[in-house]
């Protein structure tokens, strides 16, 4: 039975997000909110995590996993990054971006794409996250919360438990958490390639919205 923890929005509670970040620590999947959609995450080296994810999600080693990291110090520990690739990051983050990039010898091979070793890294804007963040002082390994046969990512915490009260450890809400998923962008190639139209503006990257 899952847990289910109800976090102030903008100030969580020190003791629930230490207790969030236990069972994370303990190899606990857990659902939450973030700036744009619901996430499935936990820690990024349990590789028993990473099933856990693909069989909830329905995907296969393909699956890009995303890493959520506390600031673009940390994205560049996780990937590799150019000074142009910096510079486009920094003006976008904290927000509803994810970022594919060739990872680096500091993650495990698992957790990268099996063939273009990539993976995607983020640094969301949200208090809930980032306090998480900041008590397990490393990323969180995430994959948006779309289940098989959903045509959007869960956004209802109470369905959330209904639906995987027996597949994950613990439910956080924290206030309204909206359906639209991040904006994907492909930096590996040089320029972004648009992966993914997603709730972030397109218009940093030269890109025009449908």
């Known amino acids: 039975m899952a847990q289910f923890f109800s976090l102030h929005p903008e100030i ?3 003791r629930l997000i230490r207790q969030a970040a236990e069972i994370m620590r303990a190899g606990g999947l857990v659902a939450f909110p973030t700036d744009s959609a619901y996430a499935l995450g936990g820690i990024t080296g349990d590789a028993d995590l990473l099933q856990r994810i693909r069989r909830l999600r329905g995907v296969d080693e393909r699956h890009n996993f995303t890493l ?32 594919i990039l060739e990872g680096t010898k500091e993650l495990p091979r698992r957790v ?64 309204y958490c909206g359906p639209e998923a991040t904006t994907v962008i492909d930096l590996t190639s040089g320029a972004p390639v648009l992966i993914r139209a997603g709730r ?5 990257f030269g890109f025009e919205a449908d």
């Open 12 to 14: 969580p509670q020190p």
């Open 68 to 99: 959520m990291c506390r600031d673009l110090s940390e994205i560049a520990k996780y990937a590799r990054v150019d000074n142009a690739q910096y510079r486009l990051l920094k003006a976008v983050t904290p927000g509803p971006y994810t970022f």
């Open 112 to 175: 990268l794409h099996p063939k273009r070793k990539t993976i995607g890294l983020r640094v969301p804007e949200h208090p809930v996250v980032a306090a998480l963040l900041q008590e397990l002082d490393e990323p969180i390994l995430t994959s948006t919360l779309l289940l098989p046969g959903d045509d959007f990512p869960l956004t209802d915490p109470e369905e959330i438990r209904d639906r995987l009260e027996k597949q994950v450890e613990l439910v956080i809400e924290a206030g």
């Open 200 to 204: 972030g503006d397109l218009a940093p």
